[in-house]
């Protein structure tokens, strides 16, 4: 057991991202108690009979009282409403920090809400899986995963270097950049390729001639991949979009400017140019690769094969155990 | 030991598919005799030192010689040499078949350069994954996976309820349709996802105010999974999207039109549109994983969880095990 970090955390929503901090700073000894707040009566019952925390607060209010970290674990649109229910009770010295995807709009929303004898500094783990829920957290989520702060200029460093420690204390890399920059580089690595998958999802559904069972059937074909992207949690996005419009509709025109030149290639029978543009692709996916963002073990992978298919262009990554 | 389903069978091609044939159709016993042909000497040699096949060719020629069933595992593009090589040498009575990502113009073009005493039943595996090469096939690949044959009107149903029982052997489930109506439903299916996918990756590419390490890096959002379907072999892409131009750009056109929908509807901050395309995608999701096309035992998930990693959008699929 660690020495913990900080003594009492507060979970302000408990879905896939509060559970799996809770279970993450258990499995290390990073605070010596858990408070949580969920709307739904539901999630809160199943927050306590998991151990997900020691107490459920019906109120924000009542469950940032004692805490000395308080994490916004909700969809970006409604941070700024919890940071005007909590503001006024918040312990002084505390730390508040949130898991959204987007960064600009907390900072210029919800900072200044709070009160100046508290820290603030806003976070965002790239991690999650497509389920939602107190029930779909897990321990491993944020392992050898990034979390990027995005702390004010006039932030403490301490209290940043402090929640830095933190999130390596749940398993993560960290870094720290700017909010705007942030949201620029999540507009193209996160928010255009998950508007892309429900795009295609949803033309693949208007489809007459194609029929819905047929997308299903055969969708191992690659479109299989879009569909899982596509589960993920309808609020979250539609406020990641409606957080990020700049930097998504910059990314999105470029992405549109890109296709059509492809889509006029295929048209016109330039064999030459989809070549070049699909071998330079192959080329990014090594440095991801490269990266340790995706390659399991080699015997991992073997295990895994059947668990999550094997089809054009989607094994799980790794090099694959030679017979 | 199954009764062998045909005496010899020759491989033209043996890269992931051709591998992966030998290797399920010696799980099975489905043949007496694996032969050969790759164009290099390299890969020659690899195939007879992994036991894919029995003898390795130098020409397509020869290795059709005595052989009762012949699968092209080539790219598309390059069919119409290998039947113009191979229609002399032919074994009467034999079967031809492919493996090809269209098959209407393998219908159209190659058909005819056949003899009249062999059989023509072309098909198309829906599996792979992002790896090429003799050495990236394995027994399991086709297992679970569909398989569609589309063998033209006068085709002897005799042949194509053969080949029907091979792949069955292989471990795939067969379906028989229309060649235009199969490349309609790949165009969505696989075909635009997949030009998506080498698109996105080049568009991140280019930009220059997000360097190439931060969209590596920060790849686990979503990105990376794009970056996995991209990695596949550029040669077969290219002839996919040469060979089923009409379709592609049909569907790419409406792929495009419900895109330029979805960016308005984030320019003009309208929530409730989103949310309501969002809500409808996750629903195709749920299909997938009920048609067996996604989803593992509870168990495999758990092991391969870490091997895959877990992110925004595209955990592996599967109810995770409750801790």
New interface residues.
């Given amino acids: 057991m660690n020495q913990p970090i900080y003594d009492t955390i507060a979970l302000i929503g408990i879905g896939l991202i509060g559970s799996s901090i809770s279970?993450a700073a258990r499995r290390a000894g990073l605070c010596r108690r858990l408070v949580g707040h969920a709307k739904s009566e539901a999630t809160r019952a199943t927050a306590l009979r998991?151990g997900l925390v020691e107490a459920a607060c019906p109120t924000a209010a009542e469950a940032v009282k004692n805490a000395d970290l308080v994490i916004l674990c909700v969809p970006v649109g409604a941070c700024v409403r919890i940071a005007e229910e909590i503001r006024d009770h918040l312990k002084p010295g505390a730390t508040v920090t949130d898991v959204g995807?987007v960064k600009g709009t907390i900072v210029r929303d919800v900072g200044p809400l709070l009160p100046p004898n508290v820290h603030f500094v806003p976070g965002h783990p790239?991690?999650?899986?497509?389920?939602s829920g107190p029930?779909?957290g897990?321990a491993?989520?944020y392992?050898?995963?990034?979390c990027?702060l995005t702390p004010p200029e006039d932030t403490d460093p301490a209290a940043t270097e402090r929640l830095r420690t933190f999130w390596q204390g749940l398993g993560s890399n960290v870094?720290i950049m700017d909010a705007d920059?942030h949201d620029?580089?999540?507009a193209?690595?996160?928010?255009?390729?998950?508007?892309?998958?429900?795009?295609?999802?949803?033309?693949?559904?208007?489809?007459e001639?194609?029929t819905?069972?047929?997308?299903?059937?055969?969708?191992?074909?690659?479109?299989?991949?879009?569909?899982?992207?596509?589960?993920?949690d309808?609020?979250m996005?539609?406020?990641v979009?409606?957080n990020n419009?700049e930097a998504?509709?910059e990314?999105?025109g470029?992405?549109?400017e890109?296709?059509?030149h492809?889509?006029r290639s295929?048209?016109y029978?330039d064999?030459e140019t989809?070549?070049e543009?699909?071998?330079?692709?192959?080329q990014?996916?090594?440095?991801?690769i490269q990266?340790g963002?995706?390659a399991?073990?080699a015997a991992?992978?073997y295990?895994?094969?059947?668990?999550?298919?094997?089809?054009?262009?989607?094994?799980?990554?790794?090099d694959?155990p030679?017979?």
Avoid at 277 to 282: D, E, I, M, N
């Fill in positions: 279970h998991l995807s790239i991690a999650g899986t497509e389920h029930e779909s897990f491993e989520l392992d050898n995963r990034w990027i870094e920059h620029m580089v999540l193209i690595t996160s928010h255009v390729p998950h508007l892309i998958a429900f795009n295609i999802v949803n033309t693949a559904a208007h489809l001639r194609v819905d069972s047929e997308v299903i059937k055969f969708s191992a074909g690659g479109f299989r991949d879009f569909t899982r992207i596509a589960a993920s309808p609020t996005w539609r406020d979009f409606l419009r998504v509709l990314m999105l470029r992405f549109t890109d296709l059509i492809l889509q295929i048209r029978g064999g989809l070549f543009l699909f071998s330079k692709a192959r990014i996916r090594r440095g991801v990266a963002q995706d399991g073990s991992a992978f295990r895994s094969r059947d668990a999550v298919g094997a089809k054009p262009g989607n094994a799980p990554a790794g694959k030679k017979p």
